[in-house]
């Protein structure tokens, strides 16, 4: 009986997580965090695109070109468009205030986004807005209906439109995929591209350590394989005189 309620508790957060939102099933990312140039050009990307709107108060410009392997010069020339310094946290430039009388609500903190939708949803999520004349910024999204928030990456994907079924017993109609009317400045592949360096430079700056992670893994591992060696032997020599 348990073991049924276990499955049937998974098989709810696997259809959660798979149709969030009615949006249907979650387009793979397959990012690479090994990839450091995708993680650099994910960087530059959301600094451009994303972070006028959208802090990651959780990671400094620092820490950030640290990891991925960029000069103080290169980060402050072309990623910190506020007066920020160096050290600083990333965080926006626009007002609270202004935010909140623009868009409805503060555009929210990015910094742990990663972790708790995961790299598969954002990654549906950039990919799926459309243009919408009936909500008030004119776009919505096929994943994540009615979100406060118009397309950051509409420019380089183009314009979207949403391709209806036929309506329901209740005159709902279900969108049953989106279509390109007018081509961005780049084709589907590059686009597609793009996405995941974006959606693989947010699964870094919700989690900077995972990128050191794997090489302390393996010193820990030796440590523990080399204390143990010496444990088995001091065990024996403990026990030698028993025997």
């Known amino acids: 009986m348990v073991a049924k309620l276990v499955l049937f508790v998974a098989g709810l957060l696997v259809s959660a997580a798979a149709f969030a939102a009615g949006g249907g099933a979650l387009q793979q990312a397959d990012t690479d965090l090994n990839d450091r140039g995708s993680l650099q050009r994910g960087a530059k990307l959301y600094l451009n695109y994303c972070a006028g709107c959208h802090s990651l108060k959780y990671l400094r410009y620092s820490r950030m070109a640290t990891d991925l392997g960029l000069t103080e010069d290169e980060v402050m020339e072309n990623l910190v468009f506020t007066d920020a ?67 950051p990456l509409w420019e380089m994907q183009g314009l979207q439109h ?35 360096d974006i959606t ?8 900077p350590a995972i990128l050191k992670r794997p090489a302390i893994g393996v010193w820990v591992i030796l440590f523990l394989a080399v ?17």
């Open 85 to 151: 310094k160096f050290g600083d946290h990333i965080e926006t430039a626009m007002p609270k205030d202004g935010a909140t009388e623009w868009f409805g609500n503060a555009p929210p903190d990015l910094s742990v986004i990663s972790r708790v939708r995961g790299a598969d949803w954002l990654y549906t999520y950039l990919k799926s807005f459309y243009l919408d004349d009936s909500t008030a910024l004119g776009w919505n999204n096929s994943l994540f209906p009615n979100v406060a928030m118009p397309n």
């Open 200 to 207: 693989a430079f947010l699964e870094y700056a919700g989690e």
């Open 162 to 196: 949403a391709e209806y079924g036929a309506a329901d017993a209740s005159g709902n109609r279900m969108i049953t995929g989106l279509t390109i009317t007018q081509p961005g400045s780049m084709d589907a592949q590059q686009f597609d591209q793009s996405v995941r």
């Open 227 to 243: 204390f143990t060696f010496f444990a088995w032997l001091l065990n024996k020599e403990y026990w030698r005189d028993v025997h």
